[in-house]
């Protein structure tokens, strides 16, 4: 079982809805990424959590530390949105910090 | 400000061969973070390095070595390449690994061929 997991996998959605990715952890950590990532592999940083909830325009970001649990929503959803979201975790192993990825949930958005 | 740059963009190798990839990181950030990405997976975290020390390293052998230089600029180096090092190779920087505002700011990444 991946330390990292997300879910959905896959998500197709209409141009308007409103969407959530999950993000459930294993680890203690100490704050989770949410990024963005687009066809050729740049990646986008979009939030960083340690507690609470974030929002930046049409995404809100928020985790439950007690449930290891993090999800990332995207409201009135546009095709310029579609792209793999992943899930990046802070951990200490040992004295030293740890980053652990998800698979990603990749979005395709549809016009 | 500049961002964080990677280079070259693509490479393509044969088994044996060594390669080194390169990062420039973003202006002031004193942090850099190497990670692996295979076809339709996350990255795999492969190391950090933070003021020219190794500051974490992930599950990967002694032949992914790394360096950082006074610039804070950073080489990723693979000896004795097999086919499953393949993959894109992303670099990240950052300002200070031990603070927990830590944000990351990724380079486009360099995707290598192994034939």
């Known amino acids: 079982k991946n330390e990292v997991e997300q879910s959905p996998q896959n998500l197709t959605a209409q141009e308007g809805e409103f969407i959530t990715i999950n993000c459930s952890y294993s680890?203690?950590?100490?704050?989770l990424h949410w990024l963005q990532q687009h066809p050729g592999g740049g990646i986008v940083s979009l939030f960083m959590?340690?507690?609470g909830k974030k929002k930046h325009g049409r995404l809100i970001a928020t985790i439950n530390i007690q449930e290891k649990h993090s999800s990332l929503h995207i409201t009135a959803s546009h095709p310029r949105d579609s792209a793999v979201y992943i899930c990046a975790v802070r951990g200490i192993t040992s004295g030293t910090y740890k980053y652990i990825f998800g698979t990603g949930t990749r979005l395709k958005v549809l016009a | 400000e500049t961002g964080v740059t990677q280079s070259p963009t693509h490479l393509i190798k044969t088994r044996g061969q060594q390669v080194t990839l390169r990062c420039s990181s973003q202006s002031g950030h004193n942090t850099v973070s190497w990670y692996q990405q295979a076809l339709g997976q996350g990255p795999q975290f492969i190391f950090q390095y933070y003021r020219e020390e190794e500051n974490g390293r992930g599950n990967f052998p002694p032949r992914f070595s790394g360096l950082q230089f006074p610039n804070y600029s950073s080489e990723l180096n693979v000896n004795a390449l097999e086919l499953d090092d393949s993959a894109l190779y992303l670099c990240a920087s950052s300002l200070d690994p031990r603070g927990i505002q830590e944000t990351q700011y990724f380079g486009p990444g360099t995707r290598l061929l192994v034939l």
């Open positions: 680890v203690g950590i100490s704050a």
């Open positions: 959590l340690s507690s």
